[in-house]
């Protein structure tokens, strides 16, 4: 019984993918949550957004909850993967999957290179650093439009892309192409943080002095979990790129990284499962939410409702108020504190029970003698 428990997360894991791999063939209707049924681009387009922003939530929280490190810089590697892919399909006329790599290359390299300055300093320091190599590389974005597109973003080569992945008909293959994309980030922040390396910048996060005074190199371990969760984040860029057909500055700028970390932090730092739920969450909130605003029902309102009401940002900064006063450790983390404490009294009460037992057996004995 026990060893089937421990394979309980996977297999749940598991039927998940495939439920999620067969849900644009099935007609199922959330009235309220998703715009259109299952099968129709509407809410596949959704969907897909949803596993984009949960993958790159995936990936900031091997860097908050694994390694301990605050970045205000994150999405700047989400934007080299989007901004790379376009560029490289766009200037270079290479064809898709070599773009890709390209993408991801680049962002490896950027990562490297900012990774390597910015962790001399830990701390609020280590955050400023990332938020400045952030707003630098905004500015470039911005400035650069012969490149870049400047303020209206770039687009798309379609040219270097397969059919099956252009258009509104071929929705459903980017949504598989997004599901798979999170699948493999989840994979590879799952090897990171059960290998040694995960062990290693845990206890570096921990207490980083007795690390150094064991022998080991936490500023290697750490470097490496920085490119590593950049480059991630760069795979989901390059998702985003062929989602939307293109990009815009603001993928690259320090609000989009203030976004990641609520979506972490709604999900539960530290939890694989809680980034993915606090990406898609946060996601379906802010698209659902912007229709609900501009519906007439809060049209009709008074105005000391409508405003605030009217306000899509309003509603998430509500909502992650009410998170943090109330669920300080987010949705995972308040679900994990709740089974603990439920596997806790459950262990009591069989302590307590075999405890009686014992008193009765020595009563029984004592009786006889």
């Known amino acids: 019984m026990t060893s089937v428990r421990r394979f309980l997360p996977a297999i749940a894991g598991a039927a998940l993918v495939v439920f999620m791999a067969i849900l644009p063939l099935l007609n199922l209707s959330l009235p309220g949550i998703l715009p259109t049924p299952t099968y129709m681009p509407g809410t596949l387009a959704l969907l897909s957004l949803c596993m984009v922003f949960a993958a790159l939530a995936l990936s900031y929280n091997l860097l908050l909850g694994s390694a301990g490190m605050l970045s ?5 590697y989400f934007g080299a993967g989007a901004y790379g892919l376009g560029i490289a399909l766009e200037h270079f006329g290479v064809p ?3 773009g890709v790599f ?4 680049g962002g490896m390299v950027i990562a490297l290179a900012t990774g390597a300055v910015a962790m001399r300093v830990s701390g609020i320091p280590f955050a400023m ?3 400045a190599f952030a707003q630098a590389g905004s500015v470039l974005v911005r400035r650069n439009s012969g490149v870049t597109g400047g303020e209206e973003g770039l687009s798309l080569d379609t040219e270097q892309v397969p059919d099956f992945l252009i258009g509104v008909v071929n929705t459903r293959n980017l949504y598989w192409f997004a599901l798979a994309v999170l699948v493999v980030v989840y994979l590879v922040t799952l090897w990171v943080d059960t290998s040694r390396l995960g062990h290693l910048v845990r206890a570096t996060r921990e207490n980083e002095q007795r690390v ?3 022998g080991l190199r936490p500023y290697r371990a750490k470097l490496f979990v920085f490119v590593i969760a950049a480059v991630l984040a760069s795979l989901a860029g390059v ?3 062929l989602l939307q057909s293109g ?4 993928s690259v700028s320090a609000d989009l990284t203030i976004t990641i970390l609520v979506m972490v932090v709604l999900g539960g730092v530290g939890f694989r499962w809680g980034a993915i739920v606090g990406g898609v969450l946060y996601t379906l909130l802010d698209q659902r939410l912007t229709v609900l605003a501009g519906s007439e029902a809060i049209a009709g309102l008074p105005d000391v409702l409508r405003i605030p009401l009217s306000e899509p940002l309003f509603l998430l900064g509500v909502l992650f108020i009410v998170v943090v006063m109330f669920l300080p450790g987010g949705i995972a983390g308040t679900i994990d504190a709740a089974a ?3 596997r806790g009294e459950r262990a009591r009460v069989a302590l307590l029970a075999a405890d009686d037992a014992e008193m009765d057996a020595t009563s029984d004995l004592e009786v006889r003698v």
């Open 247 to 250: 990009t815009v500055p603001r």
């Open 340 to 342: 603990r404490r439920r």
């Open 212 to 214: 150094r005074v064991l």
């Open 96 to 98: 898709l999957w070599p």
């Open 129 to 131: 650093v990332t938020l």
């Open 239 to 241: 998702a985003y790129m």
């Open 102 to 105: 390209v993408a991801l290359l």
């Open 72 to 76: 205000f810089g994150h999405a700047l």
